[in-house]
């Protein structure tokens, strides 16, 4: 680390997400990463392998797909892809905002219904999230906490230039609603 960072913990986050899912008894569980070559998708997805592996289960590649963070309609079509395998996933673990839009679109055009077809969580949070119809359970990541640590930060390093470089990972807490079941 050459300069100052502050992050949010992506693999926990995730791994919490996924956790969640598989204690509430499912084993097919689809992932809609984001981008790999993203240290954000990377963790992201990380964090899903190790909750797999940690109760026991392979990672099954026919269950992941990767979508652009930003386009809806990518993440839609990745989602029908999951949505229409012959023994399809009884989840959905989405990687951020967008990916989990075009996701419930995709789960909205196939008339399968959430939680009691196939359970969500979302990596991101979304204001209107209590207003979705189930409410969507998600891993919010702290803003406000991320903009506050980077102030105080940024006002040490110009207090003292030459002192290390720090990072600092903010944890995440996973918010359970109705969506995943």
Known sequence: ?????????????????????????????????????????????????QAMKEFGL????????????????????????????????????TGNTMITLGTLTAIHESGLRIPGDIAVVSFDDIPWSNLLNPPLTAVPQPTYGLGKTAAEMLLARIADPSRPPTQIRLPLELVVRESSG
Request: aromatic residues 4%; without cysteine.
């Open 1 to 49: 680390v050459h300069v100052d960072t502050v992050l949010v913990d992506n693999i926990g986050g995730a791994k919490q997400a996924v956790s969640h899912l598989l204690s509430l008894g499912h084993r097919r569980i689809g992932l809609i990463a984001g981008p790999q070559q993203l240290t954000t998708g990377r963790e992201r997805k990380e964090g899903y392998e």
């Open 58 to 93: 392979p990672i099954d590649p026919s269950l992941i797909r990767t979508a652009d963070f930003r386009q809806v309609d990518d993440s839609r079509r990745k989602a029908l892809d999951l949505l229409s395998l012959p023994d399809r996933p009884t989840a959905m673990f």
